[in-house]
């Protein structure tokens, strides 16, 4: 089992920037794929960006190029760094962790005004 509490949301404004943490508990994530994912309100939820075990990266295109997934391996956490936020990146965001089943952490909401 892999525990995943997420932390770092708020409510900011277009154009500031936000880091949401996760940490893990239970296992180390070095062998786990690790992402972020968002729900919008009334949307389904939706890929933001993974960090695969052997170190590739990918991004969903909504935010490639302003937001950054890394991981800090002794702290046994993953980090989402977004910046330039839109208002269309509000959501709550939820961390999870999959190798031959899938975690989800609560999620943390943010919330981009205009």
């Known amino acids: 089992q892999v525990q995943l509490v997420e932390s770092g949301g708020g409510m900011v404004e277009a154009g500031d920037s936000l880091r949401l943490s996760c940490v893990a508990s239970?296992?180390?994530?070095?062998?786990?794929?690790v992402g972020w994912f968002r729900q919008a309100p009334g949307k389904e939820r939706e890929f933001v960006a993974v960090?695969?075990?052997?170190?590739?990266?990918y991004y969903a295109d909504s935010v490639k190029g302003r937001f950054t997934i890394s991981r800090d391996s002794a702290k046994n956490t993953v980090y989402l760094q977004m910046n330039s936020l839109l208002r269309e990146d509000t959501g709550v965001y939820y961390c999870?962790?999959?190798?031959?089943?899938?975690?989800w952490g609560q999620g943390t909401q943010v919330t981009v005004s205009s």
């Open positions: 960090s695969w075990s052997g170190g590739t990266l």
């Open positions: 239970g296992r180390t994530l070095s062998t786990y794929a």
């Open positions: 999870s962790a999959r190798r031959t089943e899938t975690f």
